[in-house]
């Protein structure tokens, strides 16, 4: 993915075009971007897809319902490796088809973890739909295994699928990078799993582009405030 973005960005930039993985970008008729994750595990024993169901009348296996139980249950400290930037917590908007709580539905485009296909299908997988196109690749996905066994050395229940996904109560994501730091700073799970240092460090980190960013003026509060005051 980092290859992927650099690549796309040197080739349009030797066309004259400047192309861009910011998540939701101030352009006229311009929608927010989201990375879409898609995971599924195969058995090395026995080369089958270990979130395809067999009873008919569920849409994960037994192991597949505690992964994705716990993605959502870290789904908001995860925010911080998923969607990392300031900009991308401006796409978690109820009724815009991107998520806004920590929440699970069969084939819905509206909730944050949406679970493709059922018994029999090989192809089954969690498609995430909380990451932002800026994300580290490295990050976010090594945020979902550990979140995902997690709920498997648990055996965390996930709940009923949502069929009305901004309406279903459940933990709201992060609307902020500084709630998001937040997040991940009050849960343990993460400090024991990537270790304190560096959580400690990346968390140093992103306070200082939230400092850099309260530095600055924007244009909102010039429109708000300069007229008026």
């Given at each position: 993915m980092v290859l992927f973005r650099s690549a796309v960005k040197q080739i349009a930039r030797r066309h004259g075009y400047h192309a861009t993985f910011m998540c939701r970008p101030k352009l006229p008729n311009v929608f927010a971007s989201g990375w879409h994750l898609h995971q599924s595990l195969v058995s090395r024993a026995t080369g089958e897809n270990a979130f395809m169901a067999k009873d008919k009348d569920e849409?994960?296996?037994?192991?597949?319902?505690?992964?994705?139980a716990g993605l959502l249950d870290h789904a908001r400290a995860?925010?911080?490796f998923t969607t990392p930037t300031i900009n991308g917590y401006k796409r978690y908007r109820s009724y815009s088809l991107a998520p806004d709580r920590a929440i699970w539905g069969r084939d819905n485009r509206g909730v944050m973890i949406r679970v493709?296909?059922?018994?029999?299908e090989?192809?089954?997988?969690?498609?995430?739909?909380?990451?932002?196109?800026?994300?580290?690749?490295?990050?976010?996905?090594?945020?979902?295994?550990l979140s995902g066994l997690d709920g498997v050395d648990r055996k965390l229940d996930p709940g009923p699928s949502a069929d009305t996904p901004y309406e279903t109560k459940?933990?709201?994501?992060?609307?902020?990078?500084?709630?998001?730091?937040f997040a991940l700073s009050d849960d343990p799970f993460f400090r024991d799993a990537l270790g304190a240092s560096f959580v400690d460090y990346y968390v140093?980190?992103?306070n200082a582009e939230i400092e850099r960013f309260q530095a600055e003026v924007s244009g909102w509060e010039h429109r708000e405030y300069f007229e008026m005051f």
């Open positions: 849409a994960l296996s037994t192991f597949g319902k505690q992964y994705l995860s925010t911080v493709l296909g059922g018994a029999g090989a192809a089954t997988r969690l498609e995430n739909r909380i990451g932002e196109p800026a994300a580290n690749p490295y990050l976010y996905m090594a945020s979902q295994i459940a933990t709201l994501l992060p609307k902020s990078l500084r709630e998001a730091v140093h980190i992103k």
